[in-house]
């Protein structure tokens, strides 16, 4: 099996089919919605917050909020409100349980729900997915997180509607130090090993450090992206602003960080410091424009023609050309 990663793998250019680069649409479908760039911000709390999703469901982008200290209901009632999707977390204890109940009781259904666990290969969530299936069956599932084909087969067989895909390649994650386990170091290639076995969306998550490790992604067969670092550390980022020697940065912190938690259990998170980088909404803008030149140097249209390229791998025992056959 080959092993790379984002910053060891290049994708090859193929001729060019288009005269600008504003012709190549970067769009994608995601459980009956079309989004305008197939990245979504990390559903933590230094990265969305309630208005932060507003404003990405009214401008064509894919969100999930965080479940940490939330009232779901509540938050789920305001998106509706507002007109807007609701996309929300939740976690496989009782009180997730409670809330699926309060949803049902009420009358209302999120139109996405990703239930986002550490180990997400797990009867927990095989649970989890069964009794949403049978309360709220118009909720698009997505389900994670996992780093195996067969977890990926298994959480399909299950009921999920889509499959969250890294364990352990956040910036702010200590897995791969804490436990030895994860696809941290080599996200790239695990997603490529369970996209070959995936029949629904992959959403790739984390690791993500450059808009163009977005294109490579979706080569290797991720229809969306999770990313956290790159949203954190906005001007709107929830989290706290923090001045050291007269420069703005904003904290970024694991949801299984003591931060996030509030005490020392089971951590698998820090905390860092991301420079503040201006607006999001620019943010978004340039990474619809870099995904459209990927586009166009996939000799393509649309995004998924970035899966039509060849690449090569640099360094390492893996290197070479490898070629579409
Ligand atoms: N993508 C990644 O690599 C990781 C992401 N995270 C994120 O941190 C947040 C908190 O995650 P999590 O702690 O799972 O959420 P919760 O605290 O809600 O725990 C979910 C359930 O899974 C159990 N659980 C957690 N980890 C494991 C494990 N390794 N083996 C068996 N059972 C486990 C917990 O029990 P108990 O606590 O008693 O064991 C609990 O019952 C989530 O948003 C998650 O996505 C966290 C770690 C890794
Ligand atoms: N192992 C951990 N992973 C975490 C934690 N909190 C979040 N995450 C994951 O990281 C990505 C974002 O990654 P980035 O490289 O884009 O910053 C996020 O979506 C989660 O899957 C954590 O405490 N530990």
Redesign the pocket.
């Known amino acids: 099996m080959e092993i790379f990663d984002y910053d060891n793998i290049l994708l090859l250019p193929r001729k060019c089919r288009v005269e600008s680069r504003s012709e190549c649409d970067a769009s994608v479908e995601l459980g009956g919605r079309t989004f305008r760039i197939p990245a979504v911000p990390a559903?933590?709390k230094t990265v969305v917050d309630e208005s932060i999703c507003t404003w990405l469901a009214t401008n064509g982008y894919f969100y999930v909020m965080?479940?940490?200290d939330l009232d779901n209901l509540q938050f789920v009632r305001d998106m509706h409100a507002k007109g807007c999707y609701a996309s929300i977390?939740l976690?496989?204890?009782q009180p997730?349980y409670d809330t699926v109940d309060r949803f049902v009781a009420e009358g209302i259904t999120p139109e996405y729900i990703t239930i986002?666990?550490?180990?997400?290969h797990?009867d927990?969530v095989k649970n989890m997915i069964g009794y949403l299936k049978a309360k709220l069956p118009q909720a698009f599932v997505i389900a994670?997180?996992v780093g195996t084909p067969e977890a990926v087969i298994d959480l399909e067989n299950w009921g999920a509607d889509a499959t969250?895909v890294?364990?352990?390649?956040?910036k702010v994650?200590i897995?791969k130090l804490k436990?030895g386990f994860?696809?941290?170091g080599w996200q790239l290639s695990a997603l490529k090993w369970c996209a070959r076995v995936a029949t629904k969306p992959i959403i790739a998550?984390?690791g993500i450090r450059s808009h163009g490790d977005i294109a490579k992604s979706v080569r290797f067969g991720a229809t969306m992206v999770m990313i956290g670092s790159l949203f954190a550390g906005h001007e709107e980022s929830p989290g706290k602003t923090v001045e050291v020697d007269g420069e703005l940065y904003k904290e970024y912190y694991?949801?299984?960080s003591d931060f996030?938690?509030g005490e020392y259990?089971?951590v698998?998170?820090k905390r860092i410091l991301e420079p503040v980088k201006g607006k999001l909404a620019d943010t978004l803008v340039e990474m619809e424009q870099d995904i459209q030149s990927s586009i166009s140097y996939a000799g393509g249209k649309k995004l998924m023609d970035v899966r039509k390229v060849n690449y090569v791998i640099l360094g390492g025992d893996n290197a070479g050309e490898h070629l579409l056959m």
């Open positions: 559903n933590m965080h479940r940490f977390s976690g496989v204890k997730d986002d666990i550490a180990h997400g797990a927990s994670g997180n969250k890294g364990i352990g390649p956040g994650c897995t436990t994860g696809t941290g998550d984390g694991g949801s299984a996030n938690k259990k089971h698998e998170g």
